[in-house]
């Protein structure tokens, strides 16, 4: 079965720094690109962050508001994804999600996400 | 690229027929998907490259439109249906979704 399984998230004060992490199991890890997609309070969803799968070099992509404050990383050997945040502000209070990406594109598998709350 | 979804809000009936409209900023060709997502849980995705349904979504469902216009429709309206609904360009980086409309029971 294919699973994601997020970790991490917590209360953080604002200026701190967080790592997430996502447990991929059930699919070929290095093959897919993978996503970390982030749900506001009460609001729609934001695009955050991607990394391309080893054919093409795991090279990343950012959303504007997270780009110089957060890093994702992957490690094949234990199937795991990672969010790095630093700097972290008010506004990046949310439910992060880690997303699998079939072929490119499609956002087919998502984790049931980790909540990320930063306040002082 | 940005998506504006119409309307934000749409109360109907089981049974109704129900179409959720999403405008791209700039032509994306069919680099658009749409996703159901019930509260407390995860996106589901259920049509990609704008017409294409997913593996096991009901047929009920249906995606049309090229460019910049773009249509969800739900032929007949299922208990199950009533959820907020999301479309997605992956046309070019930034990834972009619509504000979402929620779908309510009348």
């Known amino acids: 079965e294919v699973q994601l399984v997020e970790s991490g998230g917590g209360l953080v004060q604002p200026g701190g720094s967080l790592r997430l992490s996502c447990a991929a199991s059930?699919?070929?890890?290095?093959?897919?690109?993978m996503d970390w997609v982030r749900q506001a309070p009460g609001k729609g969803l934001e695009w955050v962050a991607r990394t391309r799968n080893k054919a093409n070099s795991y090279t990343t992509e950012y959303a504007a508001s997270v780009k110089g404050r957060f890093t994702i990383s992957r490690d094949g050997s234990e199937n795991s994804l990672y969010l790095q945040m630093n700097s972290l502000k008010t506004e990046d209070s949310a439910i992060y999600y880690c997303?699998?990406?079939?072929?490119?594109?499609?956002?087919?598998?998502w984790g049931k996400g980790t909540t990320v709350t930063v306040s002082s | 690229i940005q998506l504006t979804q119409s309307p934000s809000f749409l109360s109907a009936s089981v049974g109704d027929r129900v179409t959720i409209t999403c405008r791209a900023s700039?032509?994306?060709?069919?680099?658009l998907a749409w996703f159901q997502q019930k509260p407390g849980k995860a996106p589901n995705l259920l049509i990609g490259s704008a017409s294409t349904l997913e593996s096991g979504v009901p047929s009920r469902f249906s995606g049309s439109g090229s460019g910049t216009e773009f249509t969800l429709t739900i032929s007949s309206l299922q208990p199950e249906d009533f959820a907020t609904y999301y479309c997605q360009q992956f046309n070019s980086y930034p990834l972009t979704f619509g504000g979402g409309t929620k779908v309510e029971i009348k």
């Open positions: 997303v699998r990406i079939r072929g490119r594109y499609y956002m087919d598998v």
């Open positions: 059930g699919f070929t890890f290095s093959d897919h690109y």
């Open positions: 700039q032509g994306i060709s069919s680099y």
